[in-house]
């Protein structure tokens, strides 16, 4: 009898040992999945400024309200500092109104306020026939005043962190009077190059440029000339892709197959809005977040709306301000 209860005892002692093995199994399973699961999963969070329209008059156009914009433009400099873990600032076009040194050099002082890095690209009003400030001399002065941009090109990318490629693009044309875009063949190679970069090297790829590839509202003037030529390169590609621009001084979101379409409007025109984009990437999806940040300058909103020729337009819906869009791998 003392030997059955002893071999019980050595069985009960074995059942506990390979239990508490199994139970160790388990959790380290658990733990290294979770861990990978988060590892994988980078958030990026930055602000996206658009069509500025930085000048030093005293009156509005027919739609702008260009008397006020400094104050528009020092107001969502002050409230991209008070957002906490911001990673980067961009401003896709239409930084100043007119493209002349005094303007661009009131700008960037405004720009080098900001706590975290920023970047630029060129709008059309960036850029003008017969300027005295040419494009190449314009995009040597920001690169003097801001040590970010190392590009020689007008076009460039830099990695804002592990998981993204953010991919700047110049869409203006400075041959012509023309508010039309066009991103020349040597361009569109580039940005083939940069999407195979990013698709290797598992990056979500985010293209910032000044005109839209997806309209927010139809305008013969305004939209890019070859923008059958931008789809094919894009087509090509089968993961998340986010573009987001300026232009249209109008708020729109919208996502069709893979590639995300963010139009974000002006400071100086109605709504005087610029947004806040969370962005998770995920092991098998990648979660935006979008807020809508208005001007805290009320009555000069006031003013901006009045002069508008739709507000609801350039607003946009509440799915095109403050939403969740989630794209899948």
Same mark, same amino acid.
């Given at each position: 009898?003392?030997?059955?209860?002893?071999?019980?005892?050595?069985?009960?002692?074995?059942?506990?040992?390979?239990?508490?093995?199994?139970?160790?199994?388990?959790?380290?399973?658990?733990?290294?999945?979770?861990?990978?699961?988060?590892?994988?999963?980078?958030?990026?969070?930055?602000?996206?400024?658009?069509?500025?329209?930085?000048?030093?008059?005293?009156?509005?156009?027919?739609?702008? +309200?260009?008397?006020?914009?400094? *104050?528009?433009?020092?107001?969502?400099?002050?409230?991209?500092?008070?957002?906490?873990?911001?990673?980067?600032?961009? &401003?896709? #076009?239409?930084?100043?109104?007119?493209?002349?040194?005094?303007?661009?050099?009131?700008?960037?002082? @405004?720009?080098?306020?900001?706590?975290?890095?920023?970047?630029?690209?060129?709008?059309?009003?960036?850029?003008?026939? #017969?300027?005295?400030?040419?494009?190449?001399?314009?995009?040597?002065?920001?690169?003097?005043?801001?040590?970010?941009?190392?590009?020689?090109?007008?076009?460039?990318?830099?990695?804002?962190?592990? #998981?993204?490629?953010?991919?700047?693009?110049?869409?203006?044309?400075?041959?012509?009077?023309?508010?039309? #875009?066009?991103?020349?063949? &040597?361009?569109?190679?580039?940005?083939?190059?940069?999407?195979?970069?990013?698709?290797?090297?598992?990056?979500?790829?985010?293209?910032?440029?000044?005109?839209?590839? @997806?309209?927010?509202?139809?305008?013969?003037?305004?939209?890019?000339?070859?923008?059958?030529?931008?789809?094919?390169?894009?087509?090509?590609?089968?993961? /998340?892709?986010?573009?987001?621009?300026?232009?249209?001084?109008?708020?729109?979101?919208?996502?069709?197959?893979?590639?995300?379409? +963010?139009?974000? /409007?002006?400071?100086?025109?109605?709504?005087?809005?610029?947004?806040?984009?969370?962005?998770?990437?995920?092991?098998?999806?990648?979660?935006?977040?979008?807020?809508?940040?208005?001007?805290?300058?009320? &009555?000069?909103?006031?003013?901006?709306?009045?002069?508008?020729?739709?507000?609801?337009?350039?607003?946009?819906? *509440?799915?095109?301000?403050?939403?969740?869009?989630?794209?899948?791998?």
């Amino acid at each position: 009898m003392p030997k059955k209860k002893k071999t019980n005892k050595k069985k009960q002692k074995n059942n506990h040992f390979f239990g508490k093995l199994l139970f160790c199994l388990i959790v380290a399973v658990v733990v290294y999945f979770g861990i990978n699961t988060f590892t994988f999963a980078q958030t990026l969070k930055f602000a996206q400024i658009s069509d500025v329209h930085l000048s030093n008059k005293n009156v509005d156009t027919s739609y702008k +309200v260009l008397a006020n914009s400094q *104050e528009l433009f020092e107001d969502a400099i002050e409230q991209i500092n008070e957002t906490p873990n911001i990673d980067f600032v961009i &401003e896709t #076009g239409d930084l100043v109104d007119k493209p002349r040194k005094e303007l661009v050099e009131i700008a960037c002082k @405004q720009l080098n306020r900001l706590t975290v890095p920023w970047y630029f690209a060129f709008g059309n009003h960036d850029a003008a026939v #017969g300027s005295s400030f040419k494009k190449d001399e314009y995009f040597d002065f920001i690169k003097k005043q801001n040590d970010n941009i190392t590009s020689d090109k007008r076009y460039y990318s830099f990695i804002p962190k592990k #998981g993204y490629r953010a991919i700047v693009l110049d869409s203006t044309i400075d041959t012509k009077i023309t508010a039309n #875009g066009e991103i020349p063949e &040597e361009q569109l190679d580039w940005l083939d190059t940069e999407l195979s970069k990013a698709k290797l090297q598992q990056q979500i790829p985010l293209i910032f440029m000044h005109n839209p590839l @997806q309209e927010p509202f139809p305008s013969f003037h305004h939209r890019i000339l070859n923008a059958q030529e931008l789809q094919a390169v894009l087509d090509k590609y089968d993961m /998340p892709i986010a573009i987001f621009t300026g232009h249209y001084h109008a708020t729109k979101i919208y996502k069709n197959g893979n590639i995300l379409h +963010v139009s974000t /409007p002006s400071l100086v025109t109605y709504p005087n809005a610029f947004r806040i984009i969370t962005i998770n990437n995920l092991a098998d999806r990648v979660i935006f977040t979008f807020e809508f940040k208005e001007t805290r300058l009320k &009555e000069i909103q006031k003013k901006a709306k009045m002069l508008t020729f739709s507000a609801s337009t350039l607003k946009g819906e *509440e799915s095109d301000q403050n939403t969740v869009v989630i794209m899948q791998k």
